[in-house]
């Protein structure tokens, strides 16, 4: 069973940017599909970002897409997600998921996720 942390959260300014991490540890993330979700207070959980196993590919929600990238190094056991140009409806706790590499049929998809992070708090402020 793989365990998920995140890190890199923080208070940013509109327009700055932020990196994510996360590290996987108890499972080989070559393994895994990956994918970034977030949640802002009352709000529903929503799909950011995702990335195959091999890092062949990604897909994205369209408020992020051309504004956020998703990475992975297998080798490190980590995924990124590079976030430019934020806004402040981009305030949200943001989680990395996991699921087998071999369903990844349905990445945008909340339930299709196996593994989860604690989250790591972003605010974008104006």
């Known amino acids: 069973q793989v365990q998920l942390a995140e890190s890199g959260g923080g208070l940013v300014q509109a327009g700055g940017s932020l990196r994510l991490s996360c590290a996987a540890s108890?499972?080989?993330?070559?393994?895994?599909?990956m994918g970034w979700f977030r949640q802002a207070p009352g709000k529903e959980r929503e799909f950011v970002a995702a990335?195959?196993?091999?890092?062949?590919?990604?897909y994205y929600s369209d408020s992020v897409k051309g504004r956020f990238t998703i990475s992975r190094d297998n080798a490190k056991n980590t995924v990124y997600l590079q976030m430019n140009s934020l806004k402040p409806e981009d305030t949200a706790v943001y989680y990395c998921?996991?699921?087998?590499?071999?369903?990844?049929?349905?990445?945008?998809?909340?339930?299709?996720?196996?593994?989860w992070g604690q989250g790591t708090q972003v605010t974008v402020s104006s």
């Open positions: 998921a996991a699921m087998p590499g071999y369903r990844f049929w349905s990445p945008r998809t909340t339930n299709a996720y196996d593994y």
């Open positions: 108890g499972g080989t993330l070559s393994a895994y599909a």
């Open positions: 990335i195959a196993n091999s890092g062949g590919n990604t």
